[in-house]
């Protein structure tokens, strides 16, 4: 089955800075890789995704790029604030099919 | 995006017992998954439920702990049996529809 590995696990940066979490897969096969937020106490919100057909998407302060080669997607969220601080998960799945998360990331934002 | 209710939200059983979470979407799905995230820790399959069909187990999960409902297109329950204190976890039901995967708001289950 597949492996979703993700670092760092801890992240914290400046409020303003850019922050970038890196993630790998394994099988070949996966297709959609989306990025999910999860503020405490509450349940994961899909906050952007990528198919891999495409090598980044774009969505205001937010980014992934892909690279299907290396089987490696990452997300960077830039000008970071405060509320960005909380626990991000990416996937990897065969689009229709169950998928899989990575072990998270905790990044805090300092104001 | 489906709206996905899900309840209890939270319970706090004794250990031995047995507690059903059920999981409503206000559309048909095919297909419903069922993840439990261990306190600090990253999602985790359970299960996947389509409608009609037995539901499939990730490895670690059998039916016999985890058994499943799917009685129709827009409902699912996932019953913790036996519940021993390794079972606290929230529990999560997940469903694929547009854009991507939405979930439940979870039920947080202590055991004591």
């Known amino acids: 089955g597949e492996n979703v590995e993700q670092h760092p696990s801890t992240l914290s940066v400046q409020e303003g800075d850019s922050a970038v979490i890196k993630c790998t897969y394994s099988?070949?096969?996966?297709?959609?890789f989306p990025w999910y937020k999860q503020e405490l106490g509450k349940r994961p919100q899909l906050i952007i995704d990528i198919r891999s057909n495409v090598g980044e998407k774009k969505d205001q302060r937010i980014a992934v790029t892909l690279n299907k080669t290396a089987k490696h997607f990452s997300l960077h969220i830039t000008e970071t604030q405060p509320e960005d601080s909380a626990v991000y998960f990416c996937?990897?799945?065969?689009?229709?099919?169950?998928?899989?998360f990575g072990t998270g990331t905790s990044l805090t934002v300092i104001p | 995006s489906a709206v996905i209710s899900q309840k209890p939200s939270r319970d706090i059983c004794q250990r031995g017992t047995s507690l059903t979470i059920q999981c409503q979407v206000d559309?048909?799905?095919?297909?419903m998954f069922w993840y439990r995230q261990q306190p600090g820790q990253s999602l985790t399959l359970i299960a996947t439920?389509?409608?009609?069909?037995?539901?499939?187990?990730e490895s670690g999960f059998v039916i016999d702990k985890f058994p499943i409902s799917r009685p129709n297109l827009t409902f699912s329950t996932l019953t913790v049996s036996n519940m021993s204190p390794e079972d606290s976890s929230i529990y999560l039901c997940?469903?694929?529809?547009?854009?991507?995967?939405?979930f439940g708001s979870g039920t947080r289950l202590t055991v004591v």
């Open positions: 996937a990897a799945s065969i689009w229709g099919n169950q998928f899989y």
């Open positions: 559309s048909q799905v095919t297909m």
């Open positions: 997940s469903v694929l529809q547009g854009r991507g995967y939405t």
């Open positions: 099988d070949s096969a996966s297709n959609y």
């Open positions: 439920a389509n409608q009609g069909s037995e539901a499939t187990y």
